[in-house]
């Protein structure tokens, strides 16, 4: 792993941190991505669909060179009301995604499961697995200490990605983009409101 690059003076908002620290989670998912493509598939979860602005781009990019990409999220009903404000403030991310190709699935519970909220935090790109504790997000970036693993092992991988399409397909629904667009004009408010708690997702 690299040795996150901290300057002398403290940053003193986002916009700082994200120029001085370098978060190699991040780093390994992104040079990962820019292999995948046609024939590749991307399965990640997210506790909401604000992401790294960099994991999200080379998400998206990855997209458009035709690689199949699943994500699964929670959606705003599963613990009101802090999932539904940010639910709302990631709904234009959320729309950005769907009109790109990605399928985003959303947990719902499930009354035949345990399940009450999707907190894992797992990535799987064909060979590849990233598991621990790093949300894909930018607090995690830059304000949390996060600790991940990066696997490269076939049999493993397929079954992670078996486990995750089996929780997708027990515990979710797909959000189409229809949906999203019709929560688009409340996500900038939600964004607003939620910025002071950025750390806490």
């Given at each position: 792993m690299t040795a996150l690059n901290v300057k002398k003076q403290t940053p003193k908002n986002w916009d700082e941190r994200m120029e001085?620290?370098?978060d190699p989670v991040s780093l390994a998912i992104i040079e990962r991505l820019k292999a995948a493509?046609?024939?590749t598939h991307i399965r990640f979860t997210a506790m909401y669909a604000?992401?790294?602005?960099?994991?999200k781009a080379a998400v998206l990019e990855a997209r458009g060179r035709g690689a199949e990409?699943?994500?699964?999220t929670n959606h705003q009903l599963v613990a009101p009301p802090i999932t539904t404000m940010a639910w709302l403030a990631g709904i234009q991310d959320t729309a950005e995604f769907v009109t790109a190709g990605v399928r985003?699935?959303?947990?719902?519970?499930?009354?035949?499961?345990p399940w009450t909220f999707m907190h894992l935090k797992v990535m799987v790109v064909d060979d590849t697995v990233f598991y621990g504790s790093h949300n894909f997000n930018l607090p995690s970036s830059v304000a949390n200490d996060e600790l991940h693993y990066q696997v490269v092992d076939t049999e493993l991988a397929a079954q992670a990605a078996a486990l995750f399409d089996g929780y997708v397909s027990a515990n979710s629904e797909l959000i189409t983009a229809e949906s999203a667009a019709s929560e688009k004009p409340l996500g900038p408010l939600a964004r607003w409101i939620l910025t002071p708690l950025m750390g806490f997702y």
């Amino acid at each position: 792993m690299t040795a996150l690059n901290v300057k002398k003076q403290t940053p003193k908002n986002w916009d700082e941190r994200m120029e001085r620290l370098v978060d190699p989670v991040s780093l390994a998912i992104i040079e990962r991505l820019k292999a995948a493509g046609q024939g590749t598939h991307i399965r990640f979860t997210a506790m909401y669909a604000i992401l790294h602005p960099a994991l999200k781009a080379a998400v998206l990019e990855a997209r458009g060179r035709g690689a199949e990409v699943d994500m699964f999220t929670n959606h705003q009903l599963v613990a009101p009301p802090i999932t539904t404000m940010a639910w709302l403030a990631g709904i234009q991310d959320t729309a950005e995604f769907v009109t790109a190709g990605v399928r985003v699935h959303a947990f719902r519970r499930n009354p035949r499961n345990p399940w009450t909220f999707m907190h894992l935090k797992v990535m799987v790109v064909d060979d590849t697995v990233f598991y621990g504790s790093h949300n894909f997000n930018l607090p995690s970036s830059v304000a949390n200490d996060e600790l991940h693993y990066q696997v490269v092992d076939t049999e493993l991988a397929a079954q992670a990605a078996a486990l995750f399409d089996g929780y997708v397909s027990a515990n979710s629904e797909l959000i189409t983009a229809e949906s999203a667009a019709s929560e688009k004009p409340l996500g900038p408010l939600a964004r607003w409101i939620l910025t002071p708690l950025m750390g806490f997702y």
